[in-house]
């Protein structure tokens, strides 16, 4: 087991933290390093991901679970995959569909591992009809602060702690998922234009189930009668009555990122409000009115921006353009009946100019049992801003208020600046979350930034 002294981030580059890294290729080393931890406490961290500081430990143990990353059985009669928490899902989506199979949900990168997907609670783009990643696990394996390795099922108070826990109920080292069967790897994708927020929300709701992953760009630039116009987007596993000899090689083409995705990967902030208008209307203008059929890879459809090796370059070019490198993710849902609210941010953030890297508009289903997940039935929106825009807590703070009036929450694993009476507003099963971790953990044994924070 390898150990090195490291400064951490998140995947938006804000609030570095330096903890000791711990790199464990067993169960048993990792269970050393939680027994033999600091006062600071330990956490377990895959591919670093999460946008803010849940999946940092400052003066702390981190446990790098990227070792552990064995597929163990894939049982193709009862539709599972058992598997280490550091197997990413990018693997997964390598290896599941040439057998048949996908993974149960797919979120919005490739690039996190099983542990962290269960520690988030992932969704992905169906969630209206799939649910949460905490649906479709049949059973984890967690280390405890004791030492111990727990084998935990849902309906369980431990499992509804752990899944959407961020990892502060302790270490998870496998887990069984439950797949769902498909006749073919590719997505069959129709895409719309919608002329204003209103319009966008009526096409999500009048898409039915037959597609069942839909997703929408919306245009933050946008003001007056346009304000929140977009591009709606869905997709539905292609059966093999629709795929020609050559759609494997066309599709394989088709992973290349798009332009307009690609451009969509620059930093706002690098290109200033207006530039960053014109990139948006020029993106909104090219897209397709109406078009159905096309075939695109699941990476190409799930994880476009994973494939830009540009964006790292770009990112680092912005902080020496900026003098501050870092992005904010501000993602946050609102219920069903709450469209107003909803259209209320869109336009504050449209008045205020800020220039989003990101801005992606989902529908969520039914609520997970994780007492800290974050889909509720309602709208979902995900904004990506530079970290350097002037006045951008006080903005948040603002718009926090708004989300929280409206009975909604803001995602904790993709936070970063959210207050702790916030979070304990939004989120009431908090103090649940907390004796349990008390009764459990009472001396503190797993710890992240986040959790200090927030005051988890």
Same mark, same amino acid.
């Given at each position: 087991?390898?150990?090195?002294?490291?400064?951490?981030?998140?995947?938006?580059?804000?609030?570095?933290?330096?903890?000791?890294?711990?790199?464990?290729?067993?169960?048993? &080393?990792?269970?050393?390093?939680?027994?033999?931890?600091?006062?600071?406490?330990?956490?377990?961290?895959?591919?670093?991901?999460?946008?803010?500081?849940?999946?940092?430990?400052?003066?702390?143990?981190?446990?790098? /679970?990227?070792?552990?990353?064995?597929?163990?059985?894939?049982?193709?009669?009862?539709?599972?995959?058992?598997?280490?928490?550091?197997?990413?899902?990018?693997?997964?989506?390598?290896?599941?569909?040439?057998?048949?199979?996908?993974?149960?949900?797919?979120?919005?990168?490739?690039?996190?591992?099983?542990?962290?997907?269960?520690?988030?609670?992932?969704?992905?783009?169906?969630?209206?009809?799939?649910?949460?990643?905490?649906?479709?696990?049949?059973?984890?394996?967690?280390?405890?602060?004791?030492?111990?390795?727990?084998?935990?099922?849902?309906?369980?108070?431990?499992?509804?702690?752990?899944?959407?826990?961020?990892?502060?109920?302790?270490?998870?080292?496998?887990?069984?998922?439950?797949?769902?069967?498909?006749?073919?790897?590719?997505?069959?994708?129709?895409? &719309?234009?919608?002329?204003?927020?209103?319009?966008?929300?009526?096409?999500?709701?009048?898409?039915?189930?037959? /597609?069942?992953?839909?997703?929408?760009?919306?245009?933050?630039?946008?003001?007056?009668?346009?304000?929140?116009?977009?591009?709606?987007?869905?997709?539905?596993?292609?059966?093999?009555?629709?795929?020609?000899?050559?759609?494997?090689?066309?599709?394989?083409?088709?992973?290349?990122?798009?332009?307009?995705?690609?451009?969509?990967?620059?930093?706002?902030?690098?290109?200033?409000?207006?530039?960053?208008?014109?990139?948006? &209307?020029?993106?909104?203008?090219?897209?397709?009115?109406?078009?159905?059929?096309?075939?695109?890879?699941?990476?190409?459809?799930?994880?476009?921006?994973?494939?830009?090796?540009?964006?790292?370059?770009?990112?680092?070019?912005?902080?020496?353009?900026?003098?501050?490198?870092?992005?904010?993710?501000?993602?946050?849902?609102?219920?069903?009946?709450?469209? &107003?609210?909803?259209?209320?941010?869109?336009?504050?953030?449209?008045?205020?100019?800020?220039?989003?890297?990101?801005?992606?508009?989902?529908?969520?289903?039914?609520?997970?049992?994780?007492?800290?997940?974050?889909?509720?039935?309602?709208?979902?929106?995900?904004?990506?801003?530079?970290?350097?825009?002037?006045?951008?807590?006080?903005?948040?703070?603002?718009?926090?208020?708004?989300?929280?009036?409206?009975?909604?929450?803001?995602?904790?694993?993709?936070?970063?600046? /959210?207050?702790?009476?916030?979070?304990?507003? /939004?989120?009431?099963?908090?103090?649940?979350?907390?004796?349990?971790?008390?009764?459990?953990?009472?001396?503190?044994?797993?710890?992240?930034?986040?959790?200090?924070?927030?005051?988890?």
């Amino acid at each position: 087991m390898s150990v090195d002294t490291v400064s951490l981030t998140g995947w938006g580059r804000t609030a570095p933290t330096t903890a000791v890294r711990f790199r464990p290729r067993t169960y048993e &080393e990792a269970a050393a390093v939680v027994r033999g931890r600091g006062p600071r406490g330990a956490l377990a961290r895959g591919l670093g991901r999460a946008p803010g500081d849940a999946a940092q430990n400052a003066g702390g143990s981190v446990l790098d /679970m990227t070792g552990l990353d064995r597929i163990r059985a894939l049982d193709e009669a009862a539709g599972t995959v058992r598997c280490d928490a550091g197997v990413s899902l990018e693997r997964l989506l390598r290896v599941l569909p040439p057998r048949g199979w996908f993974p149960p949900v797919v979120p919005g990168t490739g690039r996190i591992t099983v542990g962290g997907a269960i520690g988030s609670d992932v969704h992905g783009l169906d969630h209206p009809a799939a649910g949460s990643l905490a649906r479709h696990v049949v059973a984890l394996e967690l280390l405890t602060a004791d030492g111990e390795v727990r084998t935990v099922a849902p309906g369980t108070a431990l499992f509804d702690a752990t899944a959407g826990g961020l990892g502060l109920t302790g270490v998870i080292l496998s887990a069984t998922l439950r797949l769902k069967r498909v006749a073919t790897g590719l997505i069959s994708v129709s895409t &719309e234009r919608a002329r204003d927020l209103d319009d966008l929300l009526a096409r999500f709701a009048s898409g039915g189930d037959r /597609m069942p992953y839909a997703s929408a760009w919306v245009d933050l630039s946008a003001r007056g009668r346009a304000a929140g116009r977009g591009v709606l987007t869905r997709g539905e596993h292609a059966p093999l009555s629709v795929l020609p000899a050559h759609a494997q090689r066309t599709a394989a083409r088709r992973q290349r990122e798009p332009w307009s995705s690609v451009l969509s990967a620059l930093p706002g902030g690098l290109l200033g409000p207006a530039a960053a208008a014109l990139v948006d &209307e020029v993106r909104y203008r090219s897209a397709p009115r109406a078009r159905s059929g096309e075939l695109r890879t699941p990476a190409a459809f799930f994880h476009p921006l994973d494939a830009t090796p540009a964006t790292d370059r770009l990112h680092r070019l912005y902080a020496l353009s900026t003098g501050r490198s870092g992005l904010v993710r501000y993602r946050f849902t609102v219920g069903y009946g709450q469209e &107003e609210a909803l259209g209320r941010v869109v336009r504050r953030i449209a008045a205020r100019r800020c220039p989003a890297l990101r801005a992606e508009l989902q529908r969520f289903g039914a609520a997970s049992p994780g007492w800290l997940s974050f889909p509720a039935p309602g709208w979902a929106l995900t904004v990506e801003l530079p970290a350097a825009l002037p006045g951008l807590g006080r903005f948040l703070d603002g718009l926090d208020a708004e989300v929280a009036a409206a009975g909604g929450r803001v995602c904790l694993a993709q936070d970063s600046r /959210m207050r702790p009476e916030t979070a304990a507003a /939004m989120y009431p099963r908090l103090p649940e979350f907390r004796e349990l971790r008390a009764e459990l953990d009472p001396t503190g044994a797993f710890r992240s930034d986040l959790a200090r924070r927030l005051g988890l």
